[in-house]
Each structure stands twice: as C-alpha cells, then as structure tokens.
C-alpha cells in the first residue's frame, strides 16, 4: 500500500507485482519529463524519459504515461524485483534548462 | 565511457570554513548543474553552467555560495564560512551540447558534514 511519511512517500509492493509510482508536475509548458532511480547514498540514474508530444514509452520492464490535461506523469514497473527497491523521483524541464524534481516515492520491495 | 565524477565523496567541515565542490562532467558534455538534497528530500536545483558561463543560478542562496565551470577543469561549487545548515548532499549533473532537451547524467555526489 501506499502512506505518505514524515518527507518521503512510501510505496510498497510485492515481488512480482506491477508497481506504479505517480507523479504530479507544476509547468505546463514543460516539454520534457524524466524518471531517475536514486539508491541510497548513491546519485539518481536515468530509468526512462518522455517528450511532451507523447503520451506513453515503453523501456524495459518499464513504462512511462504522461498526461498533459491534468499534469500527471506515472512509472509503471513490471514484475517488480528486490532490486527495485529505491527512490523514484520524476523531474520536468522546458527547453532543457529549469529542471524541477519531484518530491520522490520510496519504492519498498517485500519479499 | 567514465561516467560524471565528483570529489571528495565525503568532505567534512567546521564552521566558518570554506567547501569547495568539485565535478567533471562526462566526457563531450559542456552543459553541468548543480544540485542539492537534504536526507530523505528531492534534489532541489542550484546553478546550471556551460563553459565559462552562468546560465541559471536562480536556486543558488546570494550569499556564501558561487560556482564556476571554467576552460579547462572540473565545475568548482564554493561555500564560503559553512554553517551546519548547508550539511547536504550536492550532486552535480551533466548534459551533452545540444539544441533543446537532454538527460542529465548524475555524479555520485558529494556528502558535506558540518560540525
């Protein structure tokens, strides 16, 4: 289930299952969105992008959605893995430069 | 392929000294950010540079902090008289030259204590 803490958002999932983290961004003018992976005391890693004149992409075990009516963005993982286990942040830019993070979802993987 | 690189890793500080942050970008990349994270909290954007030019500081605090991103070298973020609230994590990111969007690709980070 999902519970919002002190800072961060918890997402918990079990092994196997889809897991979908959610995200709300601010500008609507933004034209580019990014899902980075943060693990802990390491710096964030690319997962997967989107421009804003799509509305899904598919990676490996990954998939973007974006929907630019109501400014939402979503992560979906497949058959989620104890390696997933880490923090999700989306970032929006307008051109490339204003990059704005989200506030991050932790994604816990239970055994 | 060696990926951002930032030093040190972890840099600790008293009061009042000085920090200096340094990151190399990925090779051919021109463009560098900066960035900050307190401990469970979202990157919160600094400074955006290109080759001997600010293009964006707007997150930057006005006073204490400066960056640079010269010829030759890495990215130097420099915090003048540290106080304990600037402990944080500071990451720098790179992006290639190019017209429009790009990923940033993250440095591992670089831990500042002070005590």
């Known amino acids: ?111 | 392929n060696a990926g951002v690189m930032q030093n040190p890793r972890h840099l600790v500080r008293r009061r009042g000294q000085e920090a200096r942050l340094r990151c190399s970008p990925m090779k051919g990349h021109s463009h560098v950010y900066w960035y900050r994270q307190l401990p469970e909290e979202g990157l919160k954007f600094m400074v955006y540079l290109q080759k001997e030019n600010i293009i964006d500081e707007s997150g930057m605090p006005k006073e204490r902090f400066s960056a640079e991103f010269p010829k030759e070298g890495p990215s130097i973020l420099r915090i003048q008289q540290v106080v304990r609230g600037d402990s944080a994590a500071y990451f720098c990111a790179s992006s290639p030259p190019s017209l429009g969007t790009d990923t940033q690709y993250f440095g591992p980070g670089t831990r500042l204590t002070v005590l």
């Open chain 1, 1 to 111: 289930g999902e519970s919002v803490g002190l800072h961060l958002p918890t997402l918990s999932v079990q092994e196997g299952d889809n897991s979908i983290i959610n995200c709300a961004y601010s500008n609507s003018a933004s034209d580019y969105f990014i899902w980075y992976k943060q693990e802990s005391g390491k710096g964030p890693q690319f997962i997967i992008d989107i421009r804003s004149n799509m509305d899904k992409r598919q990676g490996q075990r990954v998939t973007v959605l974006l929907n630019k009516t109501v400014k939402h963005l979503s992560l979906q993982i497949a058959a989620t893995q104890p390696g997933d286990s880490a923090v999700y942040f989306c970032a929006e830019t307008t051109y490339g430069q204003n990059f704005v993070f989200g506030p991050g979802t932790r994604l816990s993987v239970l055994p």
